[in-house]
């Protein structure tokens, strides 16, 4: 059974950092892109970065470039997000989710984990 | 980016009726690889989505075949029928065609 487990989040002052962590189970974590999606409370989603199996290519929103990294650890079966400068519009719910082997969805999503920018 | 439109923004229905949710994108969803990356997820309340249809028509993994998609360009709709309780939340289309992926709105189903 395909697993994501995300940690880390919490409250954080604006400009401050948090590291986001992903735990992946149940496939070869390897072999697959990984993604970060967020969920403003109340509203819709939001792709905010993608990495590929290999760390190879990694892309970001527009909203999170220069502030946010995505990285991944492939022997411990984990992804990361890295965010600086937080600010409170990045405040929201935040879905590590799986990129379907060869394919352009999201096809496994992990339960979230909250991200509160506030003084 | 692809500016994803969905009507309605809420859906009342009546358990055992069919419905249908429209999603029409800013701009033609037909890959240079001559696919179209239109997928449909439900989130149902308290939890994160789940992937429904893939690629326009394609059902994923354990979705019943009361979920249908279909469409093309910039048109898209996902039909269910024999509407269940465990169907009510709140429905997004996704476009992965072009940079960056990006989602509609939401249209949430909701009892009549």
């Known amino acids: 059974e395909v697993q994501l487990v995300e940690s880390g989040g919490g409250l954080v002052q604006p400009g401050r950092s948090l590291k986001l962590s992903c735990v992946a189970s149940g496939f070869t974590f390897s072999n697959y892109g990984m993604n970060w999606i967020r969920q403003a409370p109340g509203k819709g989603l939001e792709w905010v970065a993608y990495i590929s199996s290999g760390s190879s290519y990694i892309y970001y929103a527009e909203t999170v470039k220069g502030r946010f990294t995505i990285s991944r650890d492939n022997a411990k079966n984990t992804l990361y997000l890295q965010m600086t400068s937080l600010r409170s519009e990045d405040t929201a719910l935040y879905y590590c989710?799986?990129?379907?082997?060869?394919?352009?969805?999201?096809?496994?999503w992990g339960q979230g984990v909250m991200v509160t920018v506030s003084s | 980016d692809v500016l994803m439109t969905q009507t309605p923004v809420s859906l009342p229905v009546s358990l055992g009726g069919q419905v249908s949710i429209s999603c029409r994108s800013s701009?033609?969803?037909?890959?240079?690889?001559?696919?179209?990356?239109l997928h449909w997820y439900l989130q149902k309340p308290g939890q994160s989505p789940q992937l429904l249809i893939y690629?326009?028509?394609n059902r994923f993994s354990g979705v019943p075949d009361r979920f249908s998609g279909s469409g093309s360009g910039t048109d898209f709709t996902l039909k269910i029928s024999r509407v269940e309780p465990e169907d009510l939340g709140v429905y997004y289309c996704l476009q992965s065609t072009h940079f960056p992926p990006t989602f509609g709105s939401g249209t949430k189903l909701e009892i009549k």
């Open positions: 701009q033609s969803l037909v890959h240079s690889d001559g696919n179209t990356y």
């Open positions: 989710a799986r990129y379907g082997y060869k394919s352009y969805y999201f096809d496994y």
């Open positions: 690629r326009v028509s």
